[in-house]
């Protein structure tokens, strides 16, 4: 499932493609809202909101991968998996608004952090910035390239991924010689994206 949340007047001055993806088991509409909040920032962008390639728990909920079973040894597997798929979705939106990587953003919360994150391990340049909101790496970069900024922003009480794979992403990225932004921890947020962020 697609929601387009914004759409600018497609032409070569698009200034912004912004891909948002959501955690595991919910759907486009849990990502609408923070999508919204890009949209007037950056007029001349289109902001699209993809669902997960796969049906998960309840009957609109969603996931890229199965989250059942999953454990440090078999969750690059799983990311590897459907890889292609998301990585086919970006350059499908990327061609229908005609704005290179150069110009395009992923925005994703949880799994559609890993996502995003994961895409630019796969295909280096595939976006020229990542906003990861409390997501993780499947597995630490080793290398890394100051084509695509990654911004990690982590709640500080996050019961499901731990800010430590926060902390331990940005110390990966900076050694390899990457270009990371990271927000201080932020104690009051758990699971959630505040408009404040």
């Given at each position: 499932m697609t929601i387009l949340l914004f759409k600018a007047r497609i032409n070569q001055h698009n200034s912004c493609y912004c891909f948002s993806r959501h955690g595991v088991g919910d759907n486009p509409v849990a990502m609408g809202e923070i999508g919204s909040w890009f949209a007037p920032l950056f007029p001349d962008a289109l902001v699209v909101s993809v669902g997960g390639a796969e049906p998960s728990g309840n009957?609109?909920?969603?996931?890229?991968?199965?989250?059942?079973?999953?454990?440090?040894?078999?969750?690059?597997?799983?990311?590897?998996?459907?890889?292609?798929?998301?990585?086919?979705?970006?350059?499908?939106?990327?061609?229908?608004?005609?704005?290179?990587?150069?110009?395009?953003?992923?925005?994703?919360?949880?799994?559609?952090?890993?996502?995003?994150?994961?895409?630019?391990?796969?295909?280096?340049g595939l976006a020229s910035r990542v906003i990861a909101f409390n997501g993780r790496y499947a597995s630490l970069p080793e290398t890394a390239s100051t084509a695509t900024t990654i911004h990690l922003i982590h709640g500080g009480e996050d019961p499901v991924i731990d800010l430590a794979h926060a902390v331990a992403a940005q110390e990966a990225l900076i050694s390899a010689g990457g270009d990371v932004r990271s927000l201080p921890p932020l104690p009051e947020i758990r699971r959630w994206i505040s408009w404040r962020i």
């Open positions: 009957p609109a909920g969603r996931q890229w991968f199965s989250v059942q079973g999953i454990t440090e040894d078999n969750r690059q597997a799983r990311v590897n998996a459907i890889m292609p798929t998301f990585i086919e979705t970006v350059r499908y939106w990327q061609k229908q608004s005609g704005v290179g990587a150069n110009a395009t953003a992923l925005i994703g919360f949880s799994q559609g952090a890993i996502m995003a994150l994961e895409s630019i391990k796969a295909e280096p």
